[in-house]
């Protein structure tokens, strides 16, 4: 097996019907642009309950219906937040962590280190992050699962991964390696992943191959590398 073949997200994504909540992050073909793409799914009512809303230069998930939340604190958040040159993307209010950490002039890693998966027994769902960094003309990037050692949620291991931005290429992560109860983690390194050239297509690919009982939202930032100009598009289930 050629450890170096990218697959499409849809390729990615297509046979497995509860992925949980997902981050992508790379460069376009053509080199001319950073992509980032978040997506979240969800079995339950409460999980189902949402929508994203774009303020500003961030997302902000809300309830779709106010009267059916039965628990905010893991669904309503930040997945996405800008600071300076730097967007940072997450399945948690990490975000709000990470934020807080790189404009205080500390690291990506740092502001991870204060932070554990989430605290929902007996799935234990991993926190993932990614901030891209962007330069003149190119950019980095970083990405981090924290996740429990155990089935016991006895400790908290967590991997951070830093890539160069390389054309046509990027990174996946994602919560849940598959639908269980309970869910089982995501498992090694982030996979790697084709990013076309076309927003459009890319935002396509991977909505139409995540499962649509279980989809529910996904954003899709795509960034011009020379003149910052910065292109989004956004799908809720719920409208």
Request: hydrophobic content about 30%; some cysteine.
């Amino acid at each position: 097996m050629n450890i170096y073949v990218s697959k499409t997200m849809g390729e990615t994504v297509c046979n497995n019907s509860y992925a949980g909540r997902g981050i992508a992050v790379g460069r376009t073909a053509d080199g001319t642009k950073a992509a980032i793409a978040y997506f979240i799914m969800g079995r339950s009512e409460n999980s189902r309950n949402r929508v994203f809303k774009e303020e500003g230069s961030d997302v902000v998930i809300y309830p779709f219906d106010e009267s059916k939340v039965e628990d905010p604190s893991l669904i309503i958040y930040s997945p996405v937040r800008v600071f300076e040159n730097k967007v940072i993307v997450t399945n948690g209010d990490q975000t709000d962590t990470i934020y807080d950490y790189v404009s205080a002039g500390k690291s990506f890693k740092e502001a991870l280190e204060t932070r554990e998966f989430e605290p929902d027994a007996p799935n234990f769902t991993p926190r993932i992050s990614a901030m891209l960094t962007l330069g003149e003309d190119d950019f980095s990037y970083e990405m981090s699962i924290l996740k429990s050692v155990d089935e016991k949620g006895t400790g908290c291991a967590r991997y951070t991964y830093s890539y160069p931005a390389m054309s046509g290429l990027g990174h996946f992560i994602h919560t849940y390696e598959h639908d269980g109860n309970p869910l089982p983690t995501f498992q090694g390194e982030p996979r790697r992943i084709a990013v076309p050239d076309s927003q459009d297509e890319f935002l396509k690919d991977i909505w139409e191959n995540l499962n649509e009982e279980n989809k529910i939202s996904i954003y899709v930032r795509y960034i011009d590398l020379k003149t910052k100009e910065t292109v989004s598009r956004l799908i809720n289930k719920n409208r």
